[in-house]
């Protein structure tokens, strides 16, 4: 997939990054008819040939289990990355266990694109403007309405699954759009139907898997009108792809294209134009400016040899996950930018948000010994519960602000090394054929709930570069700050309620006693991996760093393309949002290029 750099003379845009941010925004810049130059600090990586989305455990060192270097397991997509990335480092500013971030990277084409959990929703119309709501955090300078024709977008392209549930804040998708959702599994039913008792609703989840083939015959016009090379581009690339066979782990990647990564969705169509060139193992190190302040291009260091390159293009479009953005901003000091680029205002690497992630397990009996039936299905569950109260929160009954909504994981799916650990709490210690017949009875009949809620940004959680460490590459590394407010331990308290009340519910046990200090349970900064801000937009160019088209203030030809620009995370999951906006800068971009304002 990686073409020479010297097939293009020169190019229109640069896009540093290969993940969501940056397949989509070479994408959009592409099928327009822009050259680009992707630079990419991973290796090359074609899921087509190289996901073991077939083997089977036994064919792994330790059944597939985890291992530090591999910790979602052997046949993880994460060829390179993870919690560490061997020879780039980053710092924590405390020593203090609970003042952690945690930062997970994928260096590989695609980013983290390839193992992603998929979950796909959109920002409801609250999310945009969370300080006029509650007076807390700070308000986007675009709405939900800005963003919706970006969403459906999106949604066409990449192909979500889901449905419609005209629920408060959580937007309905024009019709047609989505796909349909699969059918929940045994133990999502159960919750589902006791869930209802306690007025929690639990709705088909979306998720960026093909249910079924799309309509190559009509969305490529309704995406590109008018553009009759990118619909017939388009068109070929949709028939590529196949439905999903509903067997095998989503996070291994996906052979036969159903599951949405940038390398099997975004590119292949971007490189079909002849207009992207991807350089891999291309590391960048700054952006480069003049004296007039404009950006003239990048430097990166070239993995394999070592070597410095400096390239150049008219725009430059940063999309290298949103820490790693603002590590690129900061490091790039000049005497023009003395405090690194786009940063006169010190606002860079400022507003960094996670997710609020809490869990709590429990076994249910009801469960116990189901027939057999093969429940693998989509990577990740089939249903979720969108955050559902809204009125009781804005009426001032519950003891925190923002929502969070409730992923579970259920059922019987491929058995893995561990499946039967920690039965010995319900055999009462049986073993040989006893432990057999228990194995079974019990497999598929534990469950997990896990929340995902918005964290308000707060001036305890930033980063900026480590004064001293630098990475392999001579690199200087980000250092980060985190402390989590009451605002979400508070949260974190009542989704451990919640998850224990729909346990009972169920009929079941919980697994343990929910935390009786929340920052037991709250996972660290960054561990949900929904890392965001850093660089946040906004209409006053001093209070933000970008304006509402993710444009700096100060360098006109510099654009940012994934979380960086986030004012708020609200409750859901960010990928969709990234993308959906990564389109609309792009779109943005292009016009000014076109009009010769950069
Ligand atoms: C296990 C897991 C599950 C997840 N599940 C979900 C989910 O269900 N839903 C959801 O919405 N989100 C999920 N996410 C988060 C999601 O993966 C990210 O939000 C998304 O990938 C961000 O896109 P991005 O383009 O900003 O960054 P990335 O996908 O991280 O891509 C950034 C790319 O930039 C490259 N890069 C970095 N620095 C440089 C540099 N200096 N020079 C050149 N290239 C560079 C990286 O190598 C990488 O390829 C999950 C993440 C993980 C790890
Ligand atoms: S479950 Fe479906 S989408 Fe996921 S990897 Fe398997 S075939 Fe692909």
Redesign the pocket.
């Known amino acids: 997939m990686t073409t020479p750099l010297k097939t293009q003379r020169a190019h229109d845009v640069i896009v ?7 397949g989509q925004a070479a994408y959009v810049a592409a099928m327009a008819g822009a050259k680009v130059l992707m ?4 290796r090359n990586y074609d899921p087509v040939r190289e996901t073991p989305m077939f083997h089977t455990p036994f064919q792994a060192p330790l059944r597939a289990a985890g291992t530090p270097d591999k910790p ?1 397991g052997f046949y993880d997509s994460t060829v390179n990355g993870g919690w560490e990335v061997p020879g780039e480092p980053f710092t924590n500013a405390s020593t203090d266990p609970k003042r952690q971030f945690t930062w ?5 084409l ?4 390839n ?6 929703l959109r920002n409801g119309p609250y999310d945009f403007k969370p300080y006029s709501r509650d007076g807390l955090g700070i308000d986007w300078p675009i709405g939900y309405d800005d963003l919706a024709p970006y969403y459906d977008k999106v949604e066409m392209l990449v192909g979500i699954f889901g449905t419609n549930e005209s629920m408060e804040n959580t937007p309905n998708s024009p019709p047609g759009v989505l796909l349909p959702p699969p059918k929940a599994r045994a133990g999502e039913l159960l919750a589902q139907h006791r869930a209802k008792a306690l007025g929690i609703p639990i709705v088909p989840i979306h998720r960026a898997v093909l249910t079924r083939r799309q309509d190559a015959d009509t969305i490529p016009a309704k995406l590109h009108p008018g553009n009759a090379k990118a619909q017939r581009i388009l068109a070929k690339a949709m028939r590529e792809r196949a439905a999903c066979f509903w067997a095998t782990e989503c996070g291994r990647g996906c052979s036969i294209k159903a599951n949405y990564q940038s390398p099997t969705v975004h590119l292949p169509p971007a490189l079909a134009t002849g207009n992207l060139d991807i350089v891999t193992n ?3 190190r700054e952006i480069i400016v003049d004296q007039s302040g404009k950006a003239t291009g990048v430097s ?1 260091v070239d993995t394999a040899t070592g070597k410095e390159h400096t390239v150049q293009a008219r725009v430059i479009m940063l ?4 820490a ?1 953005s603002v590590r ?1 901003l900061l490091n790039s000091k000049s005497s023009r930018f003395p405090n690194g680029l786009a940063n006169s205002t010190g606002l860079v690497g400022k507003n960094l948000m996670d997710t609020v992630g809490a869990g709590l397990g429990g076994q249910i009996p009801l469960l116990e010994n189901l027939p057999l039936h093969n429940e693998d299905g989509a990577g990740g569950d089939h249903v979720y519960a969108p955050w559902w109260l809204y009125k009781e929160q804005h009426a001032g009954k519950l003891d925190f602000p923002r929502g969070y909504h409730i992923e579970f994981a259920t059922g019987r799916r491929m058995p893995g090394l561990g499946a039967a650990q920690g039965l010995d709490q319900f055999t009462g210690g049986s073993y040989g054929k006893a432990f057999k017949a228990d194995a079974r009875r019990y497999f598929g009949s534990r469950v997990s709930f896990a929340g995902r809620g918005e964290m308000i940004p707060n001036d305890d959680c930033f980063c900026e570069i480590d004064p001293t460490v630098k990475d392999k590459w001579g690199i200087p590394v980000l250092r980060f700050h985190w402390k989590w407010s009451d605002y979400e331990l508070r949260q974190v308290a009542h989704q451990q309620k919640t998850f224990a009340e729909i346990i009972d519910a169920m009929g079941g046990k919980i697994r343990e006693t929910p935390a009786a200090d929340p920052s037991n349970a709250i996972r660290a900064g960054g561990n949900v ?2 890392e965001v801000g850093g660089a946040i937009m906004g209409s006053d160019k001093n209070k933000s760093v970008t304006n509402a088209f993710a444009q700096t203030w100060e360098v006109k030809n510099l654009f940012l393309t ?2 960086a620009p986030f004012c708020s995370n609200a409750d859901k ?4 949002t ?1 993308m959906a906006l990564a389109w609309r800068t792009t779109e943005y971009a292009l016009e000014e290029m076109r009009r010769g304002n950069v």
């Open positions: 540093i990054g290969s993940g969501a941010g940056g630079l990419e600090a991973g979602l997970w990277r994928a260096r590989m695609g980013g983290r694109t193992h992603w959990g998929r979950i796909s291309a590391m960048v990166y999309a290298a996950s949103a790693e690129i991996k929904h994934d979380g999951n960010p990928t969709l990234i």
